[in-house]
């Protein structure tokens, strides 16, 4: 019983260790989750909540773009950005209907939800998730 307890300490510190050691010198080449919220990082959601599927959203600023969000789903983002700025987006549906969303300011560390309707977009911003 002894030697299980120790094994788990042990584990433990080194886990924690790790998590350290990779926050302060950057060990590996991904983000852990538990870091990446405020590290230069912004997170945008997409919610279709429109009445029909969106082929795909076009993100400007982080290059991004995603694809097939079918009714009631969602897609996630996360770009890299340091600071404060801006994206803007524009959503495609199935029919070829668009909708050309400008600028949201951002910063690093947000957490942005972006609510897809028929014919507009609401910005719910969740700031430093």
């Given amino acids: 019983m002894k030697k299980i307890i120790l094994i788990l300490f042990i584990s433990i510190i080194g886990s924690i260790g790790f998590l350290i050691l990779n926050k302060h ?10 870091f990446s919220g405020q590290k230069e990082q912004v997170r945008v959601d997409f919610v279709n909540k429109s009445d029909e ?14 694809e097939n969000i079918k009714v009631g789903e969602s897609r996630s983002i996360t770009f890299k950005h340091s600071g404060e700025g801006t994206y803007q987006f524009v959503v495609n549906f199935d029919s070829g209907k668009q909708i050309k969303e400008g600028e949201r300011y951002i910063e690093a560390g947000y957490f942005v939800t972006e609510y897809i309707y028929n014919n507009d977009v609401k910005t719910d911003y969740n700031h430093y998730k």
């Fill in 53 to 66: 599927n969106i082929q795909s959203i076009t993100i400007f600023s982080s290059s991004g773009k995603i």
């Fill in 25 to 34: 010198y950057n060990l590996t080449d991904y983000d852990i989750t538990l």
